[in-house]
């Protein structure tokens, strides 16, 4: 059956003139044109009008063409009209909007427990960011003219993403600029959906924390949300936050050992982004898209290991200096980075190796950010950073293709 | 999902609904001979057949009406009794136009005289005398590759064959005809394997069956039974488990190297049908003239399958099965995954027509598609481990180098990327595109470096 296709049907492909490619639209366009017409003019790879088919019905301009066609091929006259086709026939329901409204359900549990925990506020956070997130979107597919798919969904998960990685108390006007910065910087600026090197929402996140990081570094306690809403927001730093300063005031750490492990796992009573908060909650969404095959084991797990191993090495070292792995694994956003954030399709390479190999460097970078960088978190700048380096990995690390290389095989 | 099953398998692949509840049980229909049939002498892959008759000759059921030009080549027999009515170039179910006979019946269906034999001692015939026996009965792969099988059961010295395999997986959605023939036909499935067996000298026989199909893993089992040399492998449901590489993984963990044949594993491949036509070939005298297939689909009034003969039109299994029930779209030669789209009903069932598929226009892939998103899905899915994403932008952007660098010609074009695919890229004609493209440019290469070599020994001679 391997060379089933050998006799290649003549109603099929033949690209008029050798060096056209199959497609009209250029890939060096940024943005996907009108696709309906591409599909007319496209030498009809996938679904070519054998014979006059109804398909052409709804575009009646076009009803001459095939007539001709029909002429030239001499097909017989009467019988029916079949619609001409290329293996695959079929294709599996999956579609953009699928995906991306699954990873909204994803994130419900650790949207939930941010809403649990801070309130109005963090409702009030969530919507501000995937609002500007759509907003800009259309407003920008708009402006240039390209396809609105904003109803695809992927402008709400980066809006989500963003506003789970910003502090319960951020003012309006950072969620409203940041969602903006998101789309228009981290995603139309590269070319719309499938285009963009970097997550979005991290590429917001690191330019907001670099221009304003006051507001990007100020936390509200869990549990206050529902009372005052923006006002009088008591503030305190977070594990990661309240680690570094210790260590950079006294050269040594101790708040290591008030740090309670159910806390990180719960997520119900520490500080930190909307988002972040709780690991289990995390998990959960992220066995969900592991289920459905978004995503793999290999980033979250070859992230978390990576920082976790990293931990433990240094922390054998100085235990006094280095915080336990533990504490690395539950605190700051390494969970909400390692599963939905590194996933994020578009900026992660393709290939199982390359995925793992992409998860490990981002848990080596985020561990040196930490502890020897400037800024207490370092998730963001390291996903971004290893983003960059996505195509040397894809370059590099292909899979062993079969029947090659039979000597390393076994 | 299979995701803890230790059934064999390969590494890859996908789960389509499979759909073959409307036609798994019940029997194998005879169809009717028909009244016409239209017989291409290009039925198989290699050199087409050269036509032996000529226009209003009297012809019978059995005889060759095209003879087999060259080793990789088969011959082509008339499957009805009648006249010919038309040697010339008609449209096949490969969706090709090529030289066709068109055989119009006498009613009576009668047999070339002295052509059938009954031979129940064919197993004591030397292996070349059974191999010859088979080339002249035309067989060729019938689970669609359609490769003339005495060329696969002639290995070179060199390579001696321990394992013969026999592909009762029927991995392609909607398809049930393997797996009726091998409830119906177990004996003759199992008497073909052995007679292969014999004809290549291998002692092991593997009869590999996807796991949907119980019974008919029951039967043969049950037939098997005894017999050391004979064992029948249970596969996990996944596409395509029938691909002749994914099949030989599952079934050895061993890899066909790329470029390379089975045989290079010592191992030969081949359908069930195929093994019954061997079979009967050997045994009987037949030649092939009929096939089963699985006439089916949301188009399809009642679904059947039928043993019909080779050349009836499409059309008239169809009329058989109630017709058309006003969904219909597209008809297709073969499977969902990797058949192919023909352009009229008039094209006739050939030796590879494993099915008869008629989906409604509504279940086709759409038209348009969306940039890859780099989900990853097509490269999880790919049964021979490619990177399907990269080809695909490769290939839209005609950057042949690359596609060469990605392994490009050991894509089988199964479909499984383009199934999978959220965008709904249609990775599988970006790859054929690409290929076509670097035969091209090979091609070109080639003529310009023979121009250069013309002109050097001209000016040679000049001087
Ligand atoms: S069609 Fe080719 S590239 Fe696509 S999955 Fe099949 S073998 Fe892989
Ligand atoms: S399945 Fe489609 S979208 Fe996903 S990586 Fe492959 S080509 Fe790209």
């Given amino acids: 059956m391997a060379d089933e296709q050998t006799p290649t049907p003549a109603p099929e492909p033949p690209p008029e003139g050798a060096s056209t490619p199959p497609v009209v639209e250029g890939s060096a366009a940024p943005a996907p044109p009108a696709k309906a017409e591409s599909a007319e003019t496209a030498p009809a790879e996938r679904s070519a009008t054998a014979k006059p088919a109804g398909d052409a019905a709804d575009k009646p301009a076009k009803k001459a063409k095939p007539e001709k066609k029909k002429k030239k091929k001499g097909l017989p006259e009467k019988e029916l009209v079949l619609v001409g086709s290329s293996s695959p026939h079929v294709v599996s329901d999956e579609t953009i909007p699928r995906i991306m409204y699954a990873v909204c359900i994803a994130l419900a549990p650790a949207i939930l427990v941010g809403i649990y925990c801070f309130g109005l506020q963090a409702v009030k956070v969530l919507l501000l960011t995937a609002a500007a997130c759509i907003a800009t979107e259309a407003g920008l597919q708009r402006l240039m003219g390209r396809k609105i798919t904003v109803i695809d969904g992927s402008a709400l998960v980066t809006g989500l993403l963003l506003a789970m990685t910003l502090p319960p108390s951020a003012p309006w006007w950072i969620c409203t600029i940041g969602g903006m910065l998101a789309i228009g910087v981290g995603k139309q600026l590269f070319g719309g959906l499938a285009h963009n090197p970097f997550n979005p929402a991290l590429i917001s996140r690191v330019i907001l924390l670099i221009s304003w990081p006051v507001e990007l570094t100020t936390w509200m306690k869990p549990g206050q949300g529902f009372a005052n809403l923006g006002v009088d927001v008591v503030t305190a730093a977070t594990p990661l936050g309240l680690m570094k300063e210790e260590l950079i005031q006294k050269g040594s750490i101790h708040v290591v050992s008030q740090f309670h492990l159910m806390d990180g796992l719960f997520g119900l009573n520490q500080l930190g982004s909307l988002g972040e908060t709780s690991v289990i909650a995390l998990l959960v969404g992220g066995i969900f898209l592991f289920y459905r095959g978004y995503i793999t084991w290999h980033i979250p797990v070859g992230y978390v290991t990576a920082v976790g191993a990293v931990a433990a090495l240094f922390w054998g070292i100085d235990p006094s200096r280095f915080a336990p792995p533990a504490y690395h694994l539950m605190t700051g956003g390494l969970f909400l980075g390692a599963i939905y954030m590194a996933t994020d399709m578009v900026t992660c390479p393709v290939t199982n190796r390359g995925m793992l190999i992409f998860g490990i460097g981002c848990g080596i970078l985020t561990y040196f950010i930490r502890t020897f960088g400037s800024y207490p978190e370092g998730v963001s700048f390291a996903i971004v950073i290893i983003n960059g380096a996505v195509p040397l990995i894809e370059r590099w690390v292909r899979p062993r293709t079969y029947g090659h290389n039979l000597s390393a095989a076994s | ?463």
């Fill in chain 2, 1 to 463: 999902m299979g995701l803890f099953s230790n059934l064999l398998t390969f590494r890859g692949g996908i789960h389509p609904p499979t759909c073959k509840e409307r036609t798994n049980h019940g029997r194998i229909e005879v169809a009717p001979p028909p009244s016409r049939v239209i017989i291409p002498v290009a039925q198989h892959i290699g050199a087409p057949a050269d036509v032996v008759v000529k226009k209003k000759e009297k012809v019978k059921r059995g005889q060759v009406i095209a003879a087999a030009k060259g080793f990789v080549s088969a011959p082509i027999h008339a499957s009805i009794s009648g006249t010919v009515k038309e040697v010339g170039p008609a449209y096949s179910a490969t969706g090709q136009r090529v030289e066709c006979v068109t055989i119009e019946s006498d009613g009576e269906d009668a047999w070339l005289e002295g052509l059938l034999t009954d031979r129940p001692d064919y197993m004591e015939l030397p292996p070349e005398e059974l191999r010859e026996i088979i080339h002249n009965a035309g067989i060729v792969g019938l689970g669609g590759a359609t490769f003339p099988s005495h060329v696969k059961l002639a290995p070179p010295a060199e390579k001696p064959i321990h394992t013969v395999i026999l592909n009762g997986v029927e991995c392609e959605p909607y398809l049930t005809a393997d797996h009726l023939l091998m409830l119906e036909r177990g004996e003759e499935v199992v008497a073909g394997l052995r007679l292969i067996m014999r004809v290549v000298g291998a002692k092991e026989g593997v009869i590999g069956i996807e796991a949907n199909k119980p019974d008919a893993i029951r039967h043969l089992k049950e037939l098997t039974k005894g017999d050391p040399n004979i064992r029948v492998a249970t596969l996990q449901v996944k596409y395509p488990q029938g691909g002749e590489k994914q099949l030989i993984y599952a079934v050895t963990k061993k890899e066909v190297p790329s470029g390379g044949l089975p045989m290079d594993l010592g191992i030969v491949m081949n359908n069930v049908g195929t093994a019954v036509a061997m079979f009967r070939a050997c045994r009987y005298g037949e030649p092939l003239t009929e096939r089963v297939t699985t006439v089916t689909g949301a188009g399809i009034v009642t679904p059947r399958n039928f043993l019909t003969r080779i050349g009836t039109p499409f059309g008239e299994l169809t009329e058989l099965c109630g017709g058309f029930n006003g969904a219909m779209g597209t008809v297709i030669n073969g499977g969902p995954m990797m058949g192919i789209a023909v352009p009229s009903l008039d094209v006739p069932v050939i030796k590879g027509t494993s099915g008869i598929l008629v989906l409604a226009k509504e279940e086709l892939p759409p038209r348009e598609y969306e940039p890859c998103i780099r989900c990853g899905m097509c490269v999880r899915g790919c049964p021979v481990q490619l990177v399907p994403s990269a080809l695909s932008d490769y290939g839209e952007t005609r950057m042949l180098d690359e596609l060469e660098g990605y392994n490009i010609f050991d894509c089988i074009e199964c479909g499984s990327c383009s199934y999978v695919c959220p965008s709904k890229r249609p990775i599988v004609q970006f790859i054929r595109y690409g290929k076509r493209e670097i035969l091209a440019e090979r091609q070109k290469q080639r003529d310009r470096q023979a121009a250069r070599e013309a002109m050097a020994k001209t000016a040679e001679v000049a001087a």
